[in-house]
């Protein structure tokens, strides 16, 4: 199944039906302040799936309550067949940052995420993939990064939307070779790959 991010400036190209396009990316903060008819329109015409930029699934705080309500009253009017954020956090206790923050894979920071991830789900009624990011640190942990996305997975019993070009971005940045990086040890249950679009 083909499918697009969708962005108002595409909307008169989506509109027309492209051929071979059946599906299309909902990114949820878009729609926190309006637009449930235009979701409605594009639900009936699309299969969609609806992404999450700021849940900020890794901060070991409780999750931002308007956030999640935003969140779910999206998911409610997509009807998505699935969901989906990162494996990040973009708030403090502090301070909204604004970015998809790295988290280091720990046992600690695995079972925060895992909490928040089942915890969404469980809300939206919809299965739950977890992305990758980019980074520009590389954290270290008591787990390797392979094995903490598959433990992740498991206990949060959720999917992994592997953003291909997000794990080249990395190889450069962090010096490995991406194909040994996932040939051996990444399970990748529920996998579901993604190319972000060409800049």
Not at 6 to 35: N, Q
Not at 64 to 83: C, E, G, M, Y
Not at 150 to 156: G, H, I, S
Not at 168 to 182: C, I, K, L
Request: charged letters at 20%.
């Amino acid at each position: 199944m083909i499918g697009v991010g969708y962005r108002k400036e595409l909307a008169g190209w989506i509109d027309s039906t492209p051929r071979g396009i059946r599906c299309l990316e909902i990114t949820a903060e878009h729609f926190f302040h309006g637009g449930e008819e235009r979701l409605a329109q594009l639900a009936g015409q699309f299969h969609l799936f609806v992404h999450g930029l700021g849940l900020s699934l890794g901060t070991p705080e409780p999750l931002d309550s308007k956030t999640l309500d935003h969140f779910a009253r999206v998911v409610r009017v997509a009807n998505p067949q699935w969901i989906s954020e990162h494996i990040a956090f973009t708030r403090t206790a502090e301070a909204e940052l604004g970015h998809l923050n790295p988290v280091p894979p720990t046992h600690e920071v695995l079972g925060i995420i895992a909490d928040h991830a089942r915890e969404v789900s469980a809300l939206c009624g919809k299965p739950i993939l977890l992305e990758n990011i980019t980074s520009h640190v590389r954290l270290t942990g008591d787990l390797s990064e392979t094995n903490f996305l598959n433990e992740l997975c498991e206990r949060a019993d959720c999917g992994l939307l592997l953003d291909v070009t997000n794990s080249f971005v990395n190889s450069r940045n962090h010096g490995f070779n991406p194909m040994e990086w996932g040939s051996s040890s990444m399970r990748m249950p529920g996998l579901t790959a993604r190319r972000a679009p060409i800049q």
